[in-house]
C-alpha cells in the first residue's frame, strides 16, 4: 500500500513538473503576447510603466547590453521598462512563429530585412525621428538594405568585418612566420600546421559545414575580395548569377580536405564548437567575423595566441573589398501599440556614449560615421585585425533569399559544401549547372514581382575600396 | 441509452473540437496554398498544378523520401524485436522489474531536442566521448566520424532506437498482461521451451496489440525529424535529410540559411504529398498485417 501510495505521489510529482515546464513556456509567450494587449498588462498598469519587449540573437554582448537595458529601465523619464531576451541559434523561427501568433516583441534585432518589412513586420521609422537624428545615418542608408521604396524601416549598427583567423603557436610550431596571403598559401599552411600538430589533435583549417554557413563564411569573405562585380555568387553589375566565383575558394578547401588538413568532424560542425576547439587550440585557421574578439573573452576564454588578418585570395591581389554584413540593426514592430516607446528605447541605442562604449570594449565596430569619429581603440585582445581596411565595404543587396524560394535541387552553399567534403564530381560542370539553375530561379522571381533588384551595370566593388577607412 | 450517448457526446466534444481547430483546421489552410506561389507576403499568385509538377521533379525532395524509408526501416527492425523482448523479460517476476521498466521508459519522456545535444556531445568525431573510449580501449585508431557522411543515418537510427524502445515496451507489456496465465502453465504442462512460448504463444497472442504498435512505429518514424534537425540538420549535405525535415524548412527555414523567406505555396504541395506517402504506406502495412489483428 505505502508502495502504491509512494508511487501515485511519484507520478503526480512528474506531472506537475511537466505542467511547470509547459506553464514556463506559456509565460515567455506572454511576455510578448503583454505587448500587444495595449494597456500593458496589470502589472504594469498597477506601476503605471510602458513595458516593452525587446529580442535579439547577439550573445556575445549579452552582459553589456543588459547593463545599458537595466540603465535605460532605471534612467528613462517615460517610465518605460525594458525586458530584453536573448534568443539563440533558434532567432528566426522564434520570430516567425512570434509574428504568427501575435506574439512578437516591441523592438526586435532584425534577420532578414527584405522579407521582414515585405511581410509586415517593421513600422515605418520616417515618422518617428527629426532630421537631425536621421541626418547622422544618411551615408549609410541603401535601398533593400535599410530602406524599401524609400522608406527607413532599421539603421545600420556595426559591422561584421569578416577575417581569417589564426592560431598564431600553431603557426610558429610549423615553422610560419604570418598569415597567408594566396589560396595556395592557405592550403601549404594548413598542410604544414597539420604535419606539426596532428599528434596533439591539431589541425591546419576547419569551417562550421554543418550548415551552410561553413560554406558561406569563407567563401563570401574569399569571394567578395576577389571580385569586381559579384557578391552571393550574383553578378551585380549583369545581373545574373556567377557562382564561378567560389572556384577558387572551393578548390582550395577541397583540397585541404584531401590533404587531411581539415579538423575530423568538421562536417557536423557548429560555429560555437568549433570556436571551442579554437580554444583549446586545435585548429590553425578560420574565417569568421569581428564577433570573435568578445567571443574569447567572455563565451570562450582561451590560452591561444591568435590574430586575424585579411582573408586570402587566389592572386594575393584584392580585386574588389570584403564584405561587410551591416545594414539593418533594430526594428520595431509593425503590430505593436507601443511603438513610440520602442523608439524612445531604440535611440537610447544609438546614443553616442553607448555606442562609443560599446566599440571601445570591443564588442562591435561600427559602420556609422558619429561613432567612429569619437571612439577610442577597443580595448579587446585580437580586435586590431579585424578594423576597418581599405579593402572592407558595404555591398548593395542581392536576390538570393527569394531567388532559393524558386531553386529547384541542389542549393549553391550544400552542392560546394558536398564537392568540397567528398569530390568526384566536374567542378564546372557544377558551376554551370548552378549558374543555369540560379539564373532560371531568378527569371521566375522578377517575372511574379518578388524582387526589383535589377542589373546594376555601373557598379564596381573596386570602386568600394577605401570607402570605410583609407589605405595605410 | 439516450442519456448514455448523450454522456459520449459531452466526453467526446472537447478532444473532437481541439482535433478540428488545431488539427484539421491548419491542415485546409496550408493546403489551400496548394496551388499557388506564396511566398509568406504580398498576394498568392495562382499557378495550377505548377507546385506538384515541380515536386514530381525535385530530386531533394525524393531523396529525403529515401531517406525517410532507410531511417524508419532501419528504426523499425531495431525497434520492435528489442522493445517485445525487453516486455517479455519484464513481464516476469523479475527483482528490480519495476525499476528496470521505469529506466527503460525514461527517454521517452526526455525532450528529443535536448537529447539531440546530449548526443551531439557524446558522437561527434572531434572530441566526442564515444571516441574517446573507442580510442582508450583500442577498439579505434583514429576518431571515427560518426556523423559524417558515411555514419550519419546509422547514428541518428541508433538515437532513435534509444528513444523509442521504452514506449514500445510499456505498449507490449500492456498487451502482454492481457495474455491469461493458464495458456502458459498449460504449455509448461507440456514441456515447451521459452523461445517456443515466445513464438507459438506470445507473438500470437499479443497479434492486435502488435500491429496496433507497428503501425504506430511505421507512422512515427516516418514522421520523425526533430532529432535529426537538431543533431544534422539534415546534413551532412542532406545524407540525413528526411522527408518532414524538407517539408519543415520550407515552412521555417533555418536560422543558419540566413533567410526567412517561406515557401508557403511549394510546401504546401509537398505536404500533401508526404502525406499521401504516409498514408499509403500505412494503408499498405494494414492488408498485408491483416492476419495479425485475428484474435485467438
Not at chain 2, 185 to 195: W, Y
Request: some cysteine; charged content about 15%.
Amino acid at each position: 500500500m505505502a508502495k502504491k501510495q509512494w508511487l501515485k505521489t511519484g507520478t503526480v510529482a512528474l506531472l506537475a513538473l511537466a505542467l511547470t515546464a509547459c506553464s514556463s513556456g506559456g509565460n515567455n509567450g506572454n511576455a510578448g503576447g503583454q505587448n500587444e494587449s495595449g494597456s500593458g498588462g496589470t502589472n504594469a498598469a498597477a506601476e503605471g510603466k510602458t513595458k516593452i519587449a525587446y529580442w535579439t540573437m547577439d550573445r556575445h554582448d549579452m552582459d553589456f547590453m543588459q547593463d545599458k537595458v537595466d540603465a535605460f529601465n532605471a534612467e528613462n523619464e517615460d517610465n518605460i521598462e525594458v525586458e530584453m531576451t536573448v534568443l539563440a541559434d533558434n532567432y528566426n523561427q522564434a520570430v516567425e512563429v512570434a509574428y504568427a501568433s501575435n506574439q512578437a516583441p516591441d523592438i526586435l534585432r532584425i534577420f532578414d530585412f527584405v522579407t521582414y518589412v515585405k511581410k509586415g513586420y517593421l513600422a515605418e521609422l520616417d515618422g518617428f525621428m527629426d532630421d537631425e537624428f536621421r541626418g547622422k545615418f544618411e551615408s549609410v542608408l541603401a535601398e533593400n538594405v535599410n530602406m524599401i521604396d524609400g522608406k527607413l524601416y532599421s539603421l545600420p549598427n556595426t559591422g561584421q568585418y569578416w577575417r581569417l583567423i589564426y592560431n598564431k603557436d600553431l603557426f610558429e610550431q610549423a615553422g610560419l612566420s604570418g598569415p597567408p596571403q594566396t589560396l595556395d598559401e592557405m592550403v601549404e599552411y594548413a598542410k604544414k600546421i597539420t604535419e606539426a600538430g596532428k599528434a596533439e589533435g591539431a589541425y591546419g583549417f576547419a569551417s562550421n559545414f554543418k550548415n551552410n554557413s561553413g560554406f558561406t563564411r569563407p567563401a563570401y569573405a574569399v569571394g567578395t575580395l576577389s571580385s569586381d562585380t559579384s557578391h552571393e555568387g550574383y553578378n551585380i553589375q549583369s545581373g545574373q548569377y556567377d557562382t564561378g566565383m567560389y572556384k577558387d575558394v572551393v578548390q582550395a578547401m577541397r583540397q585541404m580536405k584531401e590533404d587531411g588538413s581539415m579538423l575530423p568532424g568538421a562536417e557536423t560542425l557548429d560555429i560555437d564548437p568549433l570556436r571551442a576547439q579554437f580554444a583549446q587550440g586545435k585548429i590553425g585557421m578560420y574565417v569568421n567575423h569581428s564577433s570573435e574578439p568578445a567571443v574569447y573573452a567572455n563565451q570562450f576564454p582561451t590560452e591561444v595566441d591568435w590574430a586575424a588578418a585579411v582573408v586570402p585570395t587566389a592572386s594575393g591581389e584584392p580585386a574588389g573589398v570584403t564584405w561587410v554584413n551591416a545594414g539593418a540593426y533594430l526594428g520595431i514592430n509593425a503590430h505593436s501599440d507601443k511603438q513610440e516607446a520602442a523608439y524612445k528605447f531604440m535611440e537610447y541605442l544609438y546614443g553616442e556614449e553607448l555606442r562609443v562604449d560599446y566599440q571601445e570594449a570591443g564588442y562591435g565596430i561600427s559602420v556609422l560615421p558619429y561613432v567612429n569619429e569619437a571612439a577610442g581603440a577597443p580595448e579587446i585582445a585580437g580586435i586590431e585585425g579585424f578594423l576597418p581596411t581599405a579593402y572592407d565595404g558595404l555591398y548593395p543587396a542581392t536576390p538570393l533569399s527569394i531567388t532559393e524560394t524558386k531553386l529547384e535541387g541542389l542549393k549553391m552553399s550544400d552542392a560546394f559544401t558536398r564537392y568540397i567534403m567528398t569530390g568526384g564530381e566536374d567542378l564546372d560542370a557544377l558551376i554551370a549547372d548552378l549558374d543555369t539553375r540560379y539564373n532560371k530561379a531568378l527569371e521566375a522571381a522578377r517575372a511574379e514581382g518578388l524582387t526589383n533588384i535589377e542589373a546594376n551595370p555601373d557598379f564596381s566593388a573596386a570602386a568600394l575600396q577605401s570607402s570605410l577607412a583609407s589605405a595605410q | 441509452m439516450k442519456r448514455k450517448q448523450l454522456h459520449a457526446y459531452v466526453f467526446t466534444f472537447p478532444s473532437l473540437f481541439l482535433t478540428l481547430v488545431l488539427g484539421i483546421y491548419p491542415i485546409f489552410w496550408a493546403l489551400r496554398y496548394m496551388f499557388f506561389a506564396y511566398p509568406g507576403y504580398g498576394t498568392p499568385q495562382f499557378v495550377g498544378l505548377d507546385n506538384f509538377f515541380r515536386v514530381a521533379r525535385d530530386a531533394q525532395f525524393w531523396q529525403s523520401v529515401q531517406n525517410t524509408f532507410v531511417y524508419a526501416a532501419g528504426k523499425l527492425v531495431l525497434t520492435i524485436p528489442l522493445s517485445l523482448i525487453l516486455a517479455v523479460i519484464l513481464n516476469r517476476a523479475l527483482r528490480g522489474r519495476h525499476l528496470l521498466r521505469a529506466v527503460y521508459f525514461l527517454p521517452t519522456i526526455f525532450s528529443a531536442s535536448v537529447m539531440s545535444i546530449v548526443f551531439y556531445i557524446v558522437f561527434n568525431s572531434y572530441n566526442g566521448i564515444l571516441n574517446q573510449y573507442l580510442m582508450k580501449l583500442g577498439l579505434a585508431s583514429s576518431p571515427i566520424d560518426w556523423l559524417g557522411a558515411g555514419n550519419a543515418m546509422l547514428t541518428v537510427i541508433i538515437i532513435a532506437v534509444w528513444g523509442a524502445v521504452g514506449n514500445y515496451m510499456l505498449l507490449f507489456l500492456a498487451g502482454l498482461q492481457s495474455i491469461p496465465d493458464d495458456v502458459y502453465e498449460a504449455a509448461s504442462l507440456d514441456g515447451v521451451n521459452p523461445l517456443q512460448r515466445l513464438w507459438h504463444i506470445t507473438i500470437p497472442m499479443l497479434g492486435p496489440v502488435l500491429q496496433m504498435v507497428i503501425m504506430l512505429a511505421i507512422t512515427v518514424s516516418l514522421k520523425g525529424y526533430e532529432s535529426i534537425m537538431v543533431l544534422t540538420e539534415g546534413g551532412p549535405f542532406g545524407k540525413t535529410e528526411v522527408m518532414y525535415l524538407y517539408l519543415y524548412k520550407l515552412f521555417f527555414p533555418l536560422t543558419s540559411e540566413g533567410s526567412s523567406v517561406q515557401n508557403i505555396g511549394y510546401g504546401s504541395a509537398v505536404g500533401f504529398t508526404t502525406a499521401l506517402i504516409v498514408g499509403l504506406v500505412t494503408m499498405i502495412y494494414f492488408w498485408i498485417s491483416r492476419k495479425l489483428n485475428e484474435t485467438y
